[in-house]
């Protein structure tokens, strides 16, 4: 985000020291603007959801979609109460640390109602992209209720540090952090939570039991259009955040968009380049969407400090980043089913200290407030600063993510039961039933006839998604005799 409006600059002041926050000091064209591409933006869930639910198994693709709108549900119900107050409260109580006021955001008509409304929910669809990071590191075995709880208080996580950067009273803020469109207090922060979290849920059921390499896809076409819905909400993330089209923002916005394409190029260049040597001439899905998305979560902290070729630079670094490190975090047995800690936590720690080395100072914007990063001359501070931020936000997120989990297995435990993860989320917390996928209905009532006869009943009379029941009881003698042979060996794995 633009740190200083431009009319600021153009006036000879600074805007902390006006009484309209730079948060809120909008034309009518800047607001209908700010609204506009967080409308886009919104639809970036579309893209998390396609992503996610492609690369996990089918029986778990509704469950890790119904996540995604729980995000939005709930993390926008407590953002809404009190994280965009904790991020940018205008109380004379808040502090470097942490904003106070604003809560349950509902300003009046003299109170600069349509610029609040508008940046509150900007605000909003940066705060549950956040949470959305992590559902998909802790898909496949992860409590359905309980990862409603922790979407709740999640919010927390993202808030605290938002303020610290983009609130006139963080300490961030006043130290000169650039961070325009949140590698930091999104990505890496979301990233950070997301290693946590899959770290104390554990691998899935089997997943390094014949080696390391990659699960399969249980649908690499919807993985891939979740990467292009992806890629044109990051458009908006990044262009949306020059926060308006007034007086020379509209300039900086275009160039936002340029560059943030130029990072995906170089991004989508090394996944490629990586697959095709590492795969020995083939060409692997996960490598290209990861070396994209890598580099557009590399860029978006000075996506327009950047000139296109750096952009490039930095988006290919990125993607190499993320690339490399999905086989080390597998390595050390940190099973992150989406890649979300190497592409948004490993790639958005770069994407922050790459503002200090390639940062160019915009001129006609106040963004870095004049200084540039290293390679443009400009010293060691920024990158010094940038560096400082980072391992605030990597500290933070670890720790209250830790804690955050920690109660809320207290609660509701937070590791799907054995068998309802050998079952899949999708029959077991949603009674979705999937044609050929999984274990059978013969299946699941047996495993469950010591614990629950009435749970017999419910799942025998669940219909498949997708089939034709009439059509379906054509083969029915020869489906129950593989359904035999399945119950007999899964059965045995989860007695013992």
């Not at 009881?473 to 060996?489: A, D, K, P, T, Y």
């Amino acid at each position: 985000m633009a740190i200083l409006t431009s009319a600021s600059v153009e006036n000879g002041t600074n805007a902390s020291s006006t009484s309209v926050p730079w948060l809120y000091d909008l034309t009518v064209d800047d607001t209908t603007f700010v609204m506009t591409s967080s409308f886009i933006i919104f639809t970036m869930q579309t893209g998390f959801g396609l992503l996610e639910s492609g690369c996990v198994s089918l029986k778990n693709e509704v469950n890790i979609m119904m996540k995604n709108v729980v995000d939005v549900v709930f993390g926008g119900l407590t953002y809404w109460a009190f994280g965009f107050g904790l991020s940018f409260g205008r109380s004379h109580m808040s502090l470097p640390f942490i904003g106070i006021g604003d809560f349950l955001v509902d300003p009046g008509t003299g109170d600069h109602m349509g610029p609040v409304f508008a940046a509150f929910l900007f605000q909003l669809s940066f705060a549950t992209t956040a949470t959305t990071i992590v559902s998909g590191a802790m898909a496949e075995r992860c409590n359905f209720k309980a990862y409603c709880l922790f979407s709740m208080l999640n919010t927390v996580v993202y808030c605290i540090p938002a303020g610290w950067v983009w609130g006139e009273h963080g300490f961030l803020y006043k130290l000169g952090v650039v961070d325009i469109a949140g590698s930091g207090p999104v990505h890496l922060v979301g990233g950070t939570s997301a290693l946590v979290a899959t770290a104390m849920l554990g691998p899935r059921l089997g997943r390094y039991d014949n080696g390391l390499d990659p699960m399969p896809l249980g649908s690499p076409t919807n993985a891939l259009m979740g990467l292009f819905m992806l890629w044109w909400g990051w458009l908006a993330f990044n262009s949306g955040s020059t926060f308006g089209i007034s007086g020379h923002k509209w300039k900086y916005s275009a160039r936002a968009a340029v560059v943030t394409m130029n990072s995906s190029f170089g991004g989508g260049f090394v996944g490629l380049v990586h697959s095709y040597f590492l795969r020995k001439g083939t060409f692997d899905i996960m490598d290209l969407i990861n070396g994209v998305l890598g580099s557009l979560v590399s860029v978006t902290a000075g996506c327009y400090l950047y000139r296109p070729w750096e952009a490039v630079v930095v988006g290919a670094i990125g993607g190499a980043i993320a690339c490399l490190m999905m086989p080390l975090w597998d390595r050390m047995r940190i099973d992150d089913p989406v890649g979300a800690t190497s592409v948004h936590g490993c790639a958005g720690l770069w994407g922050v200290l790459a503002v200090g080395i390639f940062a160019l100072d915009p001129k006609l914007l106040n963004t870095t407030r004049g200084r540039s990063g290293v390679l443009h001359g400009g010293g060691w501070y920024l990158l010094s600063v940038q560096a400082l931020a980072a391992l605030c936000y990597i500290t933070w997120s670890a720790t209250v993510t830790f804690i955050i989990l920690w109660i809320v297995n207290k609660i509701i435990p937070l590791r799907m039961k054995a068998h309802d993860e050998l079952l899949g989320a999708d029959l077991t917390e949603h009674l979705i039933r999937h044609q050929g996928v999984g274990v059978s209905r013969v299946l699941s009532a047996l495993i469950n006839q010591q614990s629950n006869e009435h749970q017999i009943v419910s799942l025998q009379n669940i219909t498949v998604v997708g089939r034709n029941t009439g059509k379906g009881n054509i083969h029915i003698g020869w489906h129950n005799s593989v359904e035999r042979v399945q119950l007999v060996f899964l059965h045995e794995l989860i007695c013992t």
